[in-house]
């Protein structure tokens, strides 16, 4: 299977926040066709963990956010009064679904 540079640094980067590799699948159906999500933990939470993880709790994702952004999978931003956030390359033609 061939590798891409930007799977292989995606894939590095899961690695350096290996307790929170599960959560990446769950949070890109968050993101845009541009990348951008809103980052607000207690709307992450709810849109991700509040049905399907009740274990999860707004700390977690506080944890999980920050761990994110640490490993430079994900840039945050203040923005109108919300707080967004952006997968790093996840705009690249055929990483996410067209709308």
Known sequence: MDITPWMEWFLGCLVCAIE???HVANW???????GVFEAEPIL????????M?????VETVKKI???????GLVQVWEANGNTWA?????????RLPTG
């Open 20 to 22: 929170f590799r599960f």
């Open 28 to 34: 890109i159906p968050l993101v845009e066709a541009n």
């Open 44 to 51: 992450i939470w709810s849109r991700v963990y509040a049905y």
């Open 53 to 57: 993880k009740p274990d999860v709790t």
């Open 65 to 71: 956010l920050a761990a994110f952004v640490r490993i």
């Open 86 to 94: 952006y997968f790093i390359g996840m705009d690249k033609r055929g």
